[in-house]
T-cell receptor, first 117, second 114 residues
Framework: GAVVSQHPSRVICKSGTSVKIECRSL??????MFWYRQFPKQSLMLMAT?????????EQGVEKDKFLINHASLTLSTLTVTSAHPEDSSFYIC?????????????FGPGTRLTVL | AQSVTQLGSHVSVSEGALVLLRCNYS??????LFWYVQYPNQGLQLLLK??????LVKGINGFEAEFKKSETSFHLTKPSAHMSDAAEYFC????????????FGTGTSLTVIP
């Protein structure tokens, strides 16, 4: 149980285009989902926290107009990178937290490798 | 805010040798603690977690970690390294009082030498 999927696993796009990444909790309802960014050989950096049905909370330094997050249902959150540029190339990982939990565990997706040409 | 320190960004061990990956946290209250493993181009897989029950936690693949409040540590160990253990390991902490964010360490890359 507690499986999180991401789609696509890899995406290559041209500079200036927008890319949407989906994060789904397959066998549980996730009231909260998180989006992380990971640069090569570095740790995960939290970008934003999204709660179902409400606006996402962005971490300091993350452009909310560039990284649009939608958490429309208890099993789906999307991250849209708008007008992508090469510096947006990175590994994006989502995680989901079940609606009922006792220790804050997050379940992580397999990640999406974004390459902007 | 919480912080997590992983001493040693790179650790090399011989196959069959003890694996010790260090993690220290800063918190005024006992947090929840996690160890994750990441293989190249993959997401994070949970190895084990401490949630205020037993201080010695056993995880998957023969890994275990001990929560030591006096040392604010949660070091990861495995008695005998296997080639398949070569990966990136992340320690993470979450504060049960704030109920929200995970704080990750900078990661330790484990190399296993045949």
């Amino acid at each position: 149980g507690a499986v999180v999927s991401q789609h696509p696993s890899r995406v290559i796009c041209k500079s200036g285009t927008s890319v949407k990444i989906e994060c789904r909790s397959l066998d549980f309802q996730a009231t909260t989902m998180f989006w992380y960014r990971q640069f090569p050989k570095q740790s995960l950096m939290l970008m934003a926290t999204s709660n179902e049905g409400s606006k996402a909370t962005y971490e300091q330094g993350v452009e909310k107009d560039k990284f649009l997050i939608n958490h429309a249902s208890l099993t789906l959150s999307t991250l849209t990178v708008t007008s992508a540029h090469p510096e947006d190339s990175s590994f994006y990982i989502c995680s989901a937290r079940p609606g009922t939990f006792s220790y804050n565990e997050q379940f992580f997706g397999p990640g999406t490798r974004l390459t902007v040409l | 805010a919480q912080s997590v320190t992983q001493l040693g960004s790179h650790v090399s061990v011989s196959e069959g040798a003890l694996v010790l990956l260090r993690c220290n946290y800063s918190s005024s209250v006992p947090p929840y603690l996690f160890w994750y493993v990441q293989y190249p181009n993959q997401g994070l897989q949970l190895l084990l977690k401490y949630t205020s029950a037993a201080t010695l936690v056993k995880g998957i693949n023969g890994f275990e970690a001990e929560f030591k409040k006096s040392e604010t540590s949660f070091h990861l160990t495995k008695p005998s390294a296997h080639m398949s253990d070569a990966a990136e390991y992340f320690c993470a902490v979450s504060d049960p009082n704030t109920g929200n964010q995970f704080y990750f360490g900078t990661g330790t890359s484990l190399t296993v030498i045949p």
